[in-house]
């Protein structure tokens, strides 16, 4: 049972590329996220979707789009990368019971460096 | 969205029990208050959720007052490998985000 899958785990970037994190649920999970962790910040939401085809922002979703294409994948792309998106960047999934958020199933991170 | 406070760090010893105190102000009356733990390079884990008065399973007790506007997390007698970063959260109902603040560093040392 693999949970939640984040592809890659390590990603070195210069300024101004383009990537896309992938990251992939196995427990057909209503809602994926991603989050940002920064030194000190604790964790900080990118953005999420409460289902397939569907997205919202979070609190610091500037620089990045997400998508929602299938319900097991959830991806984020950072168009031109800056120095200030240097992170460790978190994917989670959750279902709903009872009309309320189960707890958070987290994948391993990516650790991503810009140069 | 409901906000939580909870302590930056906390010191504690091996075999000591270990009350992480959080505080949910403007808690509504379907938010449930969940805690995750999160060791160096993992992401968080979860380990208790309550509505009310006390809940209890194999890693810990949550602990929340009548008026519910904050909660207690208790580690009984904590060793080194509890060392981690705590963090409480209000859940809202389905269909909302949750927001994590910087969480509790929890040292333990022998």
């Known amino acids: 049972n693999a949970g939640v899958t984040q592809t890659p785990k390590f990603r070195v970037l210069k300024t101004g590329q383009s990537m896309t994190l992938l990251c992939a649920q196995d427990m057909n999970h209503e809602y994926m996220y991603w989050y940002r962790q920064d030194p000190g910040m604790g964790l900080r939401l990118i953005h999420y979707?409460?289902?397939?085809?569907?997205?919202a922002k979070g609190e610091v979703p500037d620089g990045y789009n997400v998508s929602r294409l299938k319900k097991q994948n959830f991806l984020l792309g950072l168009e031109s990368a800056a120095p200030s998106q240097t992170s460790v960047y978190f994917c989670a999934s959750s279902t709903i019971r009872d009309s309320r958020n189960q707890p958070q199933h987290f994948g391993d991170g990516t650790r991503l460096s810009i140069l | 969205l409901a906000k939580t406070t909870q302590p930056i760090s906390m010191d504690s010893y091996e075999g000591q029990e270990v009350n992480i105190t959080c505080s949910h102000n403007?808690?509504?009356?379907?938010?449930?208050i969940t805690w995750y733990q999160q060791f160096p390079s993992q992401g968080p884990r979860f380990i208790i959720q309550?509505?009310?008065t006390k809940v209890t399973n194999e890693v810990a007790s949550l602990f929340i007052p009548a008026d519910r506007k904050s909660s207690t997390l208790s580690l009984p007698r904590v060793s080194l490998s509890d060392t981690a970063v705590y963090y409480c959260l209000v859940v809202l109902q389905a269909g909302t985000a949750l927001i994590f603040g910087k969480g509790t560093t929890l040292s333990v040392s022998s």
């Open positions: 979707s409460v289902g397939e085809g569907t997205t």
């Open positions: 403007n808690i509504a009356t379907n938010d449930y």
């Open positions: 309550g509505y009310k």
